[in-house]
């Protein structure tokens, strides 16, 4: 079982940045993928950005360029920092682990971000 926290939503304007966290309840250096997905009202929810154990990533073309994601194994927690911010970015934004021999997903509860003038 691998519990996840997520933290570091709002309200920001267009061009603006936010840092979404997300903490782990056991060691992420044992967890094989973490990453984040975001879902729009009345859309599915799609991949934003994916970090390895060995710190591999990989970025939805939407937002190559603007958002990274990170790991710091010491706290157990993974980051997402979001640059150059869009309307089109405003979602809820879930922290995801694959975890175990099968990649069992966890999830966490959601952060809303919004991004409007």
């Known amino acids: 079982q691998v519990q996840l926290v997520e933290s570091g939503g709002g309200l920001v304007q267009p061009g603006g940045s936010l840092r979404l966290s997300c903490a782990a309840s056991?060691?992420?250096?044992?967890?094989?993928?973490m990453g984040w997905y975001r879902q729009a009202p009345g859309k599915q929810r799609d991949l934003v950005a994916l970090?390895?154990?060995?710190?591999?990533?990989n970025y939805a073309d939407s937002v190559k360029g603007r958002f990274t994601i990170s790991r710091d194994n010491t706290k157990d927690t993974v980051y997402l920092q979001m640059n150059s911010l869009k309307p089109e970015d405003t979602a809820v934004y879930y922290c995801?682990?694959?975890?175990?021999?099968?990649?069992?997903?966890?999830w966490g509860q959601g952060t809303q971000v919004t991004v409007s003038s």
């Open positions: 056991k060691s992420i250096f044992s967890i094989n993928v």
């Open positions: 995801n682990a694959k975890y175990g021999s099968k990649l069992t997903n966890y």
């Open positions: 970090i390895s154990s060995g710190g591999n990533t």
